[in-house]
Protein backbone atom coordinates (compact mmCIF):
# COMPACT_ATOMS: atom_id res chain seq x y z
CA UNK A 1 0.00 0.00 0.00
CA UNK A 2 3.02 2.02 1.02
CA UNK A 3 4.21 1.78 -2.87
CA UNK A 4 0.99 3.03 -4.15
CA UNK A 5 0.63 6.32 -2.35
CA UNK A 6 4.42 7.47 -3.15
CA UNK A 7 3.28 6.47 -7.17
CA UNK A 8 0.29 8.78 -6.75
CA UNK A 9 2.19 11.45 -4.67
CA UNK A 10 4.62 11.19 -7.79
CA UNK A 11 2.31 11.31 -10.24
CA UNK A 12 0.68 14.65 -8.06
CA UNK A 13 -2.75 12.48 -7.83
CA UNK A 14 -5.17 11.55 -5.08
CA UNK A 15 -6.15 8.18 -6.20
CA UNK A 16 -6.44 5.96 -8.94
CA UNK A 17 -9.78 7.34 -10.60
CA UNK A 18 -7.99 10.95 -11.14
CA UNK A 19 -6.68 9.60 -14.26
CA UNK A 20 -9.40 9.64 -15.93
CA UNK A 21 -11.22 12.78 -15.03
CA UNK A 22 -10.45 13.91 -18.69
CA UNK A 23 -12.92 11.30 -19.57
CA UNK A 24 -16.33 13.51 -19.44
CA UNK A 25 -18.69 11.61 -17.17
CA UNK A 26 -21.29 10.93 -20.22
CA UNK A 27 -19.08 8.55 -22.56
CA UNK A 28 -17.71 6.42 -18.87
CA UNK A 29 -18.89 3.14 -18.43
CA UNK A 30 -19.33 1.30 -15.36
CA UNK A 31 -16.95 -1.07 -16.03
CA UNK A 32 -16.50 -4.26 -18.36
CA UNK A 33 -19.04 -7.01 -16.94
CA UNK A 34 -16.85 -10.49 -17.38
CA UNK A 35 -18.43 -13.79 -17.18
CA UNK A 36 -16.85 -15.47 -13.99
CA UNK A 37 -13.95 -17.54 -15.02
CA UNK A 38 -14.15 -21.08 -15.99
CA UNK A 39 -11.95 -23.99 -15.28
CA UNK A 40 -9.67 -25.47 -18.56
CA UNK A 41 -12.48 -28.45 -19.31
CA UNK A 42 -15.22 -26.45 -19.21
CA UNK A 43 -13.61 -23.80 -22.24
CA UNK A 44 -12.66 -26.14 -24.18
CA UNK A 45 -16.03 -28.11 -23.91
CA UNK A 46 -17.79 -24.29 -24.13
CA UNK A 47 -15.26 -23.36 -27.37
CA UNK A 48 -16.32 -27.15 -28.80
CA UNK A 49 -20.06 -26.37 -28.65
CA UNK A 50 -19.26 -23.15 -30.12
CA UNK A 51 -17.30 -24.34 -32.88
CA UNK A 52 -19.48 -27.29 -33.63
CA UNK A 53 -22.15 -24.66 -34.97
CA UNK A 54 -19.57 -23.81 -38.03
CA UNK A 55 -20.61 -25.53 -41.03
CA UNK A 56 -17.08 -25.85 -42.59
CA UNK A 57 -15.73 -27.29 -46.15
CA UNK A 58 -14.34 -30.53 -44.32
CA UNK A 59 -17.89 -31.60 -43.46
CA UNK A 60 -19.92 -29.90 -46.84
CA UNK A 61 -18.89 -29.66 -50.40
CA UNK A 62 -17.82 -25.96 -50.72
CA UNK A 63 -18.69 -24.24 -53.99
CA UNK A 64 -17.30 -20.85 -52.97
CA UNK A 65 -15.35 -18.72 -55.11
CA UNK A 66 -14.34 -15.54 -55.68
CA UNK A 67 -10.40 -15.10 -54.41
CA UNK A 68 -10.34 -17.58 -51.78
CA UNK A 69 -11.08 -21.64 -52.40
CA UNK A 70 -10.81 -25.12 -51.32
CA UNK A 71 -7.53 -26.84 -52.71
CA UNK A 72 -6.17 -30.37 -51.34
CA UNK A 73 -3.27 -29.13 -48.95
CA UNK A 74 -0.33 -32.30 -48.48
CA UNK A 75 0.35 -32.96 -45.20
CA UNK A 76 3.31 -32.98 -45.10
CA UNK A 77 2.96 -28.84 -45.87
CA UNK A 78 1.15 -28.52 -42.46
CA UNK A 79 4.17 -30.57 -40.91
CA UNK A 80 6.48 -28.20 -42.21
CA UNK A 81 5.27 -25.25 -40.95
CA UNK A 82 4.13 -26.54 -37.89
CA UNK A 83 7.85 -26.90 -37.27
CA UNK A 84 8.55 -24.46 -34.22
CA UNK A 85 11.80 -22.77 -36.58
CA UNK A 86 8.77 -21.52 -39.07
CA UNK A 87 6.02 -20.33 -36.79
CA UNK A 88 5.97 -16.50 -37.29
CA UNK A 89 4.72 -13.96 -39.96
CA UNK A 90 8.26 -12.31 -39.88
CA UNK A 91 11.52 -11.42 -42.11
CA UNK A 92 13.82 -12.50 -39.47
CA UNK A 93 15.78 -9.20 -38.59
CA UNK A 94 18.68 -11.06 -37.30
CA UNK A 95 19.85 -12.42 -40.57
CA UNK A 96 23.07 -13.71 -39.39
CA UNK A 97 21.26 -16.30 -37.27
CA UNK A 98 18.26 -16.96 -39.64
CA UNK A 99 19.34 -18.74 -42.19
CA UNK A 100 17.36 -21.29 -42.76
CA UNK A 101 13.93 -19.03 -42.35
CA UNK A 102 16.22 -16.82 -45.33
CA UNK A 103 16.60 -19.54 -47.33
CA UNK A 104 13.14 -20.93 -46.89
CA UNK A 105 11.87 -17.49 -48.09
CA UNK A 106 14.43 -17.09 -50.94
CA UNK A 107 13.32 -20.42 -52.32
CA UNK A 108 9.26 -19.01 -52.47
CA UNK A 109 10.67 -16.32 -54.18
CA UNK A 110 12.78 -18.42 -56.97
CA UNK A 111 9.65 -20.41 -57.03
CA UNK A 112 6.97 -17.62 -57.42
CA UNK A 113 9.10 -16.17 -60.10
CA UNK A 114 9.64 -19.18 -62.12
CA UNK A 115 6.34 -19.90 -61.96
CA UNK A 116 5.12 -16.27 -63.19
CA UNK A 117 8.11 -15.66 -65.43
CA UNK A 118 9.79 -12.34 -63.62
CA UNK A 119 12.83 -11.50 -63.03
CA UNK A 120 12.04 -10.46 -58.87
CA UNK A 121 9.68 -11.33 -55.86
CA UNK A 122 9.51 -10.05 -52.83
CA UNK A 123 8.96 -12.00 -49.48
CA UNK A 124 4.75 -11.40 -49.95
CA UNK A 125 2.66 -9.00 -49.54
CA UNK A 126 -0.56 -9.26 -46.97
CA UNK A 127 -3.24 -10.73 -49.64
CA UNK A 128 -3.70 -9.97 -52.80
CA UNK A 129 -5.87 -6.74 -52.42
CA UNK A 130 -3.10 -5.14 -50.55
CA UNK A 131 -0.33 -6.28 -53.36
CA UNK A 132 -2.81 -4.78 -55.60
CA UNK A 133 -2.74 -1.63 -53.76
CA UNK A 134 0.70 -1.55 -53.19
CA UNK A 135 1.07 -2.16 -57.57
CA UNK A 136 -0.99 0.94 -57.79
CA UNK A 137 1.30 3.06 -55.34
CA UNK A 138 4.26 1.76 -57.48
CA UNK A 139 3.40 2.29 -60.80
CA UNK A 140 2.61 5.86 -59.39
CA UNK A 141 6.15 6.15 -58.40
CA UNK A 142 7.20 4.77 -61.51
CA UNK A 143 5.01 7.38 -63.55
CA UNK A 144 4.04 10.24 -61.43
CA UNK A 145 0.55 10.07 -62.91
CA UNK A 146 -2.58 10.18 -61.64
CA UNK A 147 -5.17 7.43 -63.03
CA UNK A 148 -5.10 3.37 -62.29
CA UNK A 149 -7.57 1.67 -64.22
CA UNK A 150 -9.07 -1.53 -63.21
CA UNK A 151 -11.92 -3.79 -64.83
CA UNK A 152 -15.32 -2.86 -63.35
CA UNK A 153 -15.26 -6.69 -62.94
CA UNK A 154 -13.50 -7.23 -59.64
CA UNK A 155 -13.69 -8.16 -56.70
CA UNK A 156 -15.41 -5.28 -53.83
CA UNK A 157 -13.23 -5.63 -51.62
CA UNK A 158 -10.10 -5.48 -53.71
CA UNK A 159 -11.53 -1.81 -55.06
CA UNK A 160 -12.36 -0.79 -51.18
CA UNK A 161 -8.58 -1.90 -50.26
CA UNK A 162 -6.97 -0.09 -53.61
CA UNK A 163 -8.61 3.02 -53.06
CA UNK A 164 -7.70 3.07 -49.22
CA UNK A 165 -4.36 2.61 -50.34
CA UNK A 166 -4.46 5.70 -53.29
CA UNK A 167 -6.00 8.30 -51.55
CA UNK A 168 -3.15 9.35 -49.87
CA UNK A 169 -1.02 10.12 -53.47
CA UNK A 170 -4.39 11.55 -54.47
CA UNK A 171 -4.79 8.79 -57.34
CA UNK A 172 -8.12 8.27 -59.17
CA UNK A 173 -9.29 4.74 -59.67
CA UNK A 174 -10.87 4.35 -63.27
CA UNK A 175 -12.52 1.43 -63.98
CA UNK A 176 -13.47 -0.27 -67.29
CA UNK A 177 -16.02 -1.94 -68.84
CA UNK A 178 -16.25 -5.84 -69.46
CA UNK A 179 -17.50 -7.54 -72.60
CA UNK A 180 -21.04 -9.00 -71.58
CA UNK A 181 -20.46 -11.84 -74.34
CA UNK A 182 -17.43 -13.05 -73.39
CA UNK A 183 -16.54 -11.27 -69.82
CA UNK A 184 -13.47 -9.94 -71.02
CA UNK A 185 -12.06 -6.77 -71.38
CA UNK A 186 -14.00 -4.10 -73.72
CA UNK A 187 -10.70 -3.36 -75.32
CA UNK A 188 -12.85 -0.69 -77.03
CA UNK A 189 -14.08 1.12 -73.46
CA UNK A 190 -10.46 0.50 -72.37
CA UNK A 191 -8.54 2.21 -75.10
CA UNK A 192 -10.64 5.26 -74.21
CA UNK A 193 -9.67 5.91 -71.04
CA UNK A 194 -6.18 5.49 -71.92
CA UNK A 195 -5.16 9.35 -71.56
CA UNK A 196 -1.86 10.78 -70.81
CA UNK A 197 -2.96 10.81 -66.65
CA UNK A 198 -2.59 7.16 -66.62
CA UNK A 199 -0.22 5.37 -64.77
CA UNK A 200 -0.93 1.91 -64.87
CA UNK A 201 -3.88 -0.65 -66.06
CA UNK A 202 -4.70 -4.08 -64.30
CA UNK A 203 -6.31 -6.71 -65.21
CA UNK A 204 -6.59 -10.57 -63.80
CA UNK A 205 -6.38 -13.66 -65.54
CA UNK A 206 -8.53 -15.27 -64.57
CA UNK A 207 -10.97 -12.67 -63.94
CA UNK A 208 -13.76 -12.27 -61.43
CA UNK A 209 -16.07 -14.63 -63.92
CA UNK A 210 -13.41 -17.30 -63.80
CA UNK A 211 -12.57 -16.40 -67.45
CA UNK A 212 -9.57 -16.79 -69.22
CA UNK A 213 -9.49 -14.14 -71.28
CA UNK A 214 -6.89 -14.33 -74.12
CA UNK A 215 -7.68 -10.19 -74.92
CA UNK A 216 -4.69 -10.15 -72.47
CA UNK A 217 -2.11 -11.72 -74.80
CA UNK A 218 -2.08 -7.95 -76.47
CA UNK A 219 -2.49 -5.77 -73.03
CA UNK A 220 1.29 -4.79 -73.46
CA UNK A 221 0.54 -3.00 -76.92
CA UNK A 222 -2.50 -1.55 -75.94
CA UNK A 223 -1.32 0.19 -72.54
CA UNK A 224 2.61 0.68 -74.18
CA UNK A 225 4.88 2.44 -71.44
CA UNK A 226 2.08 2.47 -68.76
CA UNK A 227 2.80 -0.19 -66.43
CA UNK A 228 1.11 -3.08 -66.67
CA UNK A 229 -0.31 -5.07 -63.52
CA UNK A 230 -1.49 -8.87 -63.91
CA UNK A 231 -3.29 -10.26 -61.03
CA UNK A 232 -2.75 -14.22 -61.10
CA UNK A 233 -4.07 -17.21 -59.97
CA UNK A 234 -0.89 -19.14 -58.98
CA UNK A 235 -2.51 -22.99 -59.78
CA UNK A 236 -3.71 -21.89 -62.98
CA UNK A 237 0.01 -21.16 -63.84
CA UNK A 238 0.20 -24.69 -64.10
CA UNK A 239 -1.89 -24.75 -67.29
CA UNK A 240 -1.47 -21.08 -68.50
CA UNK A 241 1.19 -18.95 -70.62
CA UNK A 242 3.13 -16.76 -67.41
CA UNK A 243 2.38 -12.98 -67.51
CA UNK A 244 6.15 -11.92 -67.50
CA UNK A 245 6.27 -13.76 -71.59
CA UNK A 246 3.04 -11.05 -72.09
CA UNK A 247 4.46 -8.29 -70.70
CA UNK A 248 3.68 -7.53 -67.50
CA UNK A 249 5.44 -4.92 -65.43
CA UNK A 250 4.15 -6.46 -62.32
CA UNK A 251 2.03 -9.60 -61.14
CA UNK A 252 0.10 -9.56 -58.12
CA UNK A 253 -2.11 -12.43 -56.83
CA UNK A 254 -3.70 -14.77 -53.82
CA UNK A 255 -1.25 -17.41 -52.66
CA UNK A 256 -3.67 -18.93 -50.65
CA UNK A 257 -4.10 -21.64 -53.41
CA UNK A 258 -0.43 -22.92 -52.30
CA UNK A 259 -0.93 -24.64 -49.53
CA UNK A 260 -2.72 -22.02 -47.22
CA UNK A 261 -5.82 -23.29 -45.77
CA UNK A 262 -8.84 -21.14 -46.30
CA UNK A 263 -9.46 -20.03 -42.36
CA UNK A 264 -12.60 -18.38 -42.64
CA UNK A 265 -10.85 -15.42 -45.14
CA UNK A 266 -7.17 -15.57 -43.66
CA UNK A 267 -4.53 -15.16 -43.30
CA UNK A 268 -3.54 -15.11 -46.55
CA UNK A 269 -0.25 -14.32 -48.92
CA UNK A 270 0.13 -11.86 -51.32
CA UNK A 271 2.34 -12.78 -54.22
CA UNK A 272 4.13 -10.00 -55.66
CA UNK A 273 6.76 -9.86 -58.82
CA UNK A 274 7.77 -7.19 -60.78
CA UNK A 275 10.84 -6.87 -63.30
CA UNK A 276 14.52 -5.82 -62.85
CA UNK A 277 14.56 -2.65 -63.67
CA UNK A 278 11.50 -1.61 -61.76
CA UNK A 279 12.94 -3.38 -57.83
CA UNK A 280 13.47 -0.10 -56.67
CA UNK A 281 10.24 0.92 -56.36
CA UNK A 282 9.06 -2.62 -55.09
CA UNK A 283 7.47 -2.64 -52.04
CA UNK A 284 8.47 -5.22 -49.04
CA UNK A 285 11.93 -7.16 -48.52
CA UNK A 286 13.60 -8.97 -50.72
CA UNK A 287 15.81 -12.22 -50.12
CA UNK A 288 19.05 -12.33 -51.47
CA UNK A 289 22.42 -15.11 -51.95
CA UNK A 290 25.59 -14.26 -50.18
CA UNK A 291 28.70 -15.04 -48.85
CA UNK A 292 29.70 -15.07 -45.63
CA UNK A 293 33.55 -14.24 -44.10
CA UNK A 294 34.18 -17.97 -44.85
CA UNK A 295 33.22 -17.83 -48.43
CA UNK A 296 29.98 -20.25 -47.12
CA UNK A 297 26.78 -19.87 -49.05
CA UNK A 298 24.69 -17.50 -46.64
CA UNK A 299 21.19 -15.68 -47.11
CA UNK A 300 20.76 -11.65 -46.61
CA UNK A 301 18.28 -8.92 -46.59
CA UNK A 302 19.07 -7.68 -50.19
CA UNK A 303 16.72 -5.08 -49.99
CA UNK A 304 14.45 -3.57 -47.43
CA UNK A 305 12.00 -0.91 -48.32
CA UNK A 306 10.60 -0.10 -44.85
CA UNK A 307 10.55 3.28 -43.13
CA UNK A 308 11.69 1.73 -40.16
CA UNK A 309 14.94 0.86 -42.11
CA UNK A 310 15.73 3.65 -44.58
CA UNK A 311 15.10 7.00 -44.46
CA UNK A 312 11.35 7.99 -45.04
CA UNK A 313 11.44 9.68 -47.84
CA UNK A 314 12.65 6.99 -49.42
CA UNK A 315 10.81 4.64 -48.38
CA UNK A 316 7.89 2.92 -50.59
CA UNK A 317 5.39 0.97 -47.75
CA UNK A 318 4.86 0.87 -44.89
CA UNK A 319 4.08 -3.25 -44.19
CA UNK A 320 5.98 -3.71 -41.25
CA UNK A 321 5.57 -7.71 -41.30
CA UNK A 322 4.92 -10.09 -44.68
CA UNK A 323 3.51 -13.80 -44.67
CA UNK A 324 6.75 -15.31 -43.81
CA UNK A 325 4.81 -18.57 -42.57
CA UNK A 326 2.78 -18.92 -45.57
CA UNK A 327 5.51 -18.26 -47.65
CA UNK A 328 7.17 -21.25 -46.48
CA UNK A 329 3.90 -23.11 -47.01
CA UNK A 330 3.52 -21.84 -50.44
CA UNK A 331 7.02 -23.23 -51.37
CA UNK A 332 6.93 -26.53 -49.76
CA UNK A 333 3.63 -27.06 -51.68
CA UNK A 334 5.28 -26.13 -54.93
CA UNK A 335 8.23 -28.22 -53.93
CA UNK A 336 5.83 -31.08 -53.36
CA UNK A 337 3.78 -31.40 -56.15
CA UNK A 338 6.36 -30.01 -58.66
CA UNK A 339 5.67 -28.82 -61.99
CA UNK A 340 3.65 -31.97 -63.06
CA UNK A 341 1.98 -32.11 -60.69
CA UNK A 342 1.26 -28.34 -60.45
CA UNK A 343 -0.21 -29.16 -64.49
CA UNK A 344 -2.94 -31.36 -63.37
CA UNK A 345 -3.89 -29.72 -60.80
CA UNK A 346 -4.85 -27.16 -63.06
CA UNK A 347 -6.21 -29.06 -66.01
CA UNK A 348 -8.18 -30.56 -63.35
CA UNK A 349 -9.61 -27.71 -62.82
CA UNK A 350 -10.36 -26.75 -65.94
CA UNK A 351 -12.49 -30.00 -66.72
CA UNK A 352 -14.08 -30.01 -63.25
CA UNK A 353 -15.64 -26.19 -64.28
CA UNK A 354 -16.27 -26.99 -67.71
CA UNK A 355 -18.19 -30.35 -66.85
CA UNK A 356 -20.25 -28.85 -64.04
CA UNK A 357 -21.28 -25.89 -65.70
CA UNK A 358 -22.53 -28.41 -68.89
CA UNK A 359 -24.76 -30.24 -66.14
CA UNK A 360 -25.92 -26.79 -64.40
CA UNK A 361 -27.12 -25.67 -68.05
CA UNK A 362 -28.83 -28.63 -68.97
CA UNK A 363 -31.34 -27.90 -66.22
CA UNK A 364 -34.47 -25.58 -66.45
CA UNK A 365 -34.07 -22.25 -65.21
CA UNK A 366 -30.31 -22.25 -64.85
CA UNK A 367 -27.95 -21.00 -68.06
CA UNK A 368 -24.08 -21.62 -67.34
CA UNK A 369 -21.61 -20.60 -68.15
CA UNK A 370 -22.71 -16.92 -68.62
CA UNK A 371 -19.91 -15.71 -70.41
CA UNK A 372 -18.83 -17.69 -73.80
CA UNK A 373 -15.13 -18.17 -73.34
CA UNK A 374 -12.79 -20.76 -71.42
CA UNK A 375 -13.07 -20.75 -67.67
CA UNK A 376 -10.26 -21.90 -65.10
CA UNK A 377 -12.01 -23.09 -61.77
CA UNK A 378 -15.22 -20.75 -61.77
CA UNK A 379 -18.18 -19.68 -64.22
CA UNK A 380 -21.24 -17.44 -63.56
CA UNK A 381 -24.60 -19.02 -63.66
CA UNK A 382 -27.47 -17.65 -63.49
CA UNK A 383 -30.48 -18.83 -60.93
CA UNK A 384 -34.45 -19.16 -61.15
CA UNK A 385 -34.62 -18.00 -57.71
CA UNK A 386 -32.12 -14.69 -56.18
CA UNK A 387 -28.72 -16.16 -55.37
CA UNK A 388 -29.18 -15.36 -51.93
CA UNK A 389 -32.04 -17.85 -51.39
CA UNK A 390 -30.28 -20.04 -53.41
CA UNK A 391 -27.43 -20.02 -50.63
CA UNK A 392 -29.68 -20.98 -47.47
CA UNK A 393 -31.54 -23.79 -49.70
CA UNK A 394 -28.19 -25.06 -50.49
CA UNK A 395 -26.82 -24.45 -46.85
CA UNK A 396 -30.04 -26.48 -45.48
CA UNK A 397 -29.19 -29.84 -47.66
CA UNK A 398 -25.76 -29.43 -46.49
CA UNK A 399 -23.60 -27.39 -49.26
CA UNK A 400 -22.34 -24.64 -49.23
CA UNK A 401 -23.02 -22.60 -52.14
CA UNK A 402 -21.79 -20.36 -54.77
CA UNK A 403 -20.92 -16.44 -54.13
CA UNK A 404 -23.75 -13.99 -55.01
CA UNK A 405 -22.72 -11.62 -57.90
CA UNK A 406 -24.24 -8.62 -57.01
CA UNK A 407 -22.03 -6.95 -54.50
CA UNK A 408 -19.17 -7.12 -57.05
CA UNK A 409 -21.27 -6.42 -59.76
CA UNK A 410 -24.27 -4.45 -58.85
CA UNK A 411 -26.32 -5.45 -62.49
CA UNK A 412 -25.61 -8.98 -61.68
CA UNK A 413 -28.67 -9.65 -59.80
CA UNK A 414 -29.85 -12.99 -60.37
CA UNK A 415 -25.97 -14.46 -60.77
CA UNK A 416 -23.94 -16.52 -58.63
CA UNK A 417 -20.26 -17.39 -59.28
CA UNK A 418 -19.49 -21.23 -58.64
CA UNK A 419 -15.93 -22.44 -58.14
CA UNK A 420 -15.19 -26.26 -58.38
CA UNK A 421 -11.63 -27.30 -57.39
CA UNK A 422 -9.78 -30.73 -57.31
CA UNK A 423 -11.45 -31.22 -53.96
CA UNK A 424 -15.11 -31.87 -55.26
CA UNK A 425 -15.57 -35.15 -56.46
CA UNK A 426 -18.55 -36.59 -58.87
CA UNK A 427 -20.58 -37.02 -55.81
CA UNK A 428 -20.37 -33.66 -54.92
CA UNK A 429 -21.08 -32.45 -58.29
CA UNK A 430 -24.68 -34.83 -58.23
CA UNK A 431 -25.51 -33.47 -54.56
CA UNK A 432 -25.00 -30.36 -56.29
CA UNK A 433 -27.30 -31.19 -59.19
CA UNK A 434 -29.70 -32.57 -57.19
CA UNK A 435 -30.57 -29.63 -55.11
CA UNK A 436 -30.68 -27.37 -58.33
CA UNK A 437 -33.37 -29.61 -60.14
CA UNK A 438 -35.45 -28.79 -56.97
CA UNK A 439 -35.15 -25.43 -57.23
CA UNK A 440 -35.75 -25.51 -61.30
Not at 109 to 119: G, H, K, R, V, W
Not at 196 to 225: Q, T
Amino acid sequence: MAVDERMLKALGIKDVEDLFRDIPVSVRTDGIHIPKGMSEPEVIRYVRDMLSKNRTSEDHPCFLGGGVRDHFIPSAVRSIISRSEFVTSYTPYQAEISQGMLQAIFEYQSLIAELTDMDVVNSSMYDAPTALGEAATMSFRIRSKKKFLVPEAMSFEKKLVLRNYVLGLGMEVVEYAYDPYTGGIDMADLASKLDDDVSGVYAEVPNLFGVIDPLVMRLKEEVKDRVLVIGVDPISLGALVPPGQYGADIVVGEGQPLGVPMNFGGPLLGIFACRQEHVRKMPGRLIGMTKDKQGRRAYCMTLQTREQHIKRSKATSNICSNEALLAVAAAAYLSIVGPKGLRGIAKTNILRARSLAERIDELDGFTAPVFHAYHFNEFVMTTPVRPEKLSKILLKHGIIGGMPMSRHVPRMADEMLIATTEMHSEDDHERLIKVLKEVA
